[in-house]
């Protein structure tokens, strides 16, 4: 009986020096690596990655060139956290459509490519990914392509304007970038994502609403005649239409607008 308690005082210990050294790791170590860098101590570190089938593997070099430009090291990244996205989120098809493997594989690519950058990337603030065959009438009775509702913890697609998307990866219009930076956003800013991915984006989502209150900006952003009309609906779409662009067509945006490229690059924890 002693030998037992003596072992249970050392697992105890154990688990106490753990807890503090990550402690230690996450909130000094990590938060003087970020004052100085911009960007978390690391991302990526899977003691036992899932891998994906080489049919999956497949779909994803044919259809997100984002994929394709990995290295093999990364693509494995890649496709353990797509394995987990779509063992963690529910999909249901409504409107007659049946979900397919592909289906969920594209959809779990698009956010898995949005926070890639990131070392949490899977979030609490849905749980259950919704698809319609084509535009759907939303429960405000207004026709929508795509949506995310946080108090229902639903995001939406149609699914012909989200497969459209990812067919025209060049032509800025992305329905799953769209809705997802819409989730991202919120449990970066709204919820606050935990770790330094969340206190980077929000972070940096404050400067780049600096950066279009200066007036010099708004011009130089009007001038350039890049982003699509909606991005100035109000703060949150522009966000929502400037990662569909970063992904789109990147090297223009880099271009015609440095500046808020490189925000937006830090904002996601970007690597090339």
Same mark, same amino acid.
């Given at each position: 009986?002693?030998?037992?308690?003596?072992?249970? *005082?050392?697992?105890?210990?154990? @688990?106490?020096?753990?807890?503090?050294?990550?402690? $230690? !790791?996450?909130? +000094?170590? =990590? /938060?003087?690596?970020?004052?100085?860098?911009?960007?978390?101590?690391?991302?990526?570190?899977?003691?036992?990655?899932?891998?994906?089938?080489?049919?999956?593997?497949?779909?994803?070099?044919?259809?997100?060139?984002?994929?394709?430009?990995?290295?093999?090291?990364?693509?494995?990244?890649?496709?353990?956290?797509?394995?987990?996205?779509?063992?963690?989120?529910?999909?249901?098809?409504?409107?007659?459509?049946?979900?397919?493997?592909?289906?969920?594989?594209?959809?779990?690519?698009?956010?898995?490519?949005?926070? *890639?950058?990131?070392?949490?990337? @899977?979030?609490?603030?849905?749980?259950?990914?919704? $698809? !319609?065959?084509? +535009?759907? =009438? /939303?429960?405000?009775?207004?026709?929508?392509?795509?949506?995310?509702?946080?108090?229902?913890?639903?995001?939406?697609?149609?699914?012909?304007?989200?497969?459209?998307?990812?067919?025209?990866?060049?032509?800025?219009?992305?329905?799953?970038?769209?809705?997802?930076?819409?989730?991202?956003?919120?449990?970066?800013?709204?919820?606050?994502?935990?770790?330094?991915?969340?206190?980077?984006?929000?972070?940096?989502?404050?400067?780049?609403?600096?950066?279009?209150?200066?007036?010099?900006?708004?011009?130089?952003?009007?001038?350039?005649?890049?982003?699509?009309?909606?991005?100035?609906?109000?703060?949150?779409?522009?966000?929502?239409?400037?990662? =569909?662009?970063?992904?789109?067509?990147?090297?223009?945006?880099?271009?015609?607008?440095?500046?808020?490229?490189?925000?937006?690059?830090?904002?996601?924890?970007?690597?090339?």
């Amino acid at each position: 009986m002693e030998l037992f308690f003596d072992t249970l *005082f050392l697992i105890f210990i154990l @688990l106490l020096v753990i807890w503090a050294l990550y402690f $230690i !790791f996450t909130n +000094i170590i =990590e /938060s003087a690596w970020m004052i100085v860098f911009d960007r978390p101590l690391y991302v990526h570190f899977y003691p036992f990655p899932k891998e994906l089938p080489s049919h999956s593997r497949k779909v994803l070099e044919d259809n997100f060139s984002f994929y394709r430009n990995l290295s093999e090291r990364r693509k494995k990244f890649f496709s353990h956290r797509i394995y987990n996205f779509i063992k963690k989120y529910r999909f249901l098809g409504r409107g007659g459509l049946e979900v397919s493997d592909d289906m969920q594989l594209k959809i779990a690519a698009t956010w898995v490519m949005l926070t *890639f950058g990131m070392r949490k990337y @899977l979030t609490s603030v849905f749980n259950t990914i919704i $698809i !319609f065959p084509d +535009i759907f =009438e /939303s429960q405000n009775g207004n026709w929508h392509k795509g949506e995310f509702n946080p108090a229902g913890r639903v995001v939406v697609f149609s699914w012909k304007h989200f497969a459209e998307g990812i067919a025209f990866d060049t032509d800025n219009l992305n329905l799953g970038l769209h809705e997802f930076a819409h989730v991202l956003h919120v449990d970066s800013v709204g919820i606050r994502r935990p770790g330094a991915s969340g206190i980077i984006y929000k972070d940096m989502f404050g400067k780049v609403l600096e950066y279009l209150d200066n007036p010099n900006n708004r011009q130089n952003l009007l001038a350039a005649n890049y982003f699509r009309d909606y991005a100035y609906t109000n703060s949150l779409e522009f966000m929502a239409v400037v990662l =569909e662009y970063f992904f789109e067509t990147p090297r223009e945006f880099e271009q015609k607008l440095p500046e808020l490229y490189g925000m937006v690059k830090k904002m996601i924890n970007y690597r090339e």
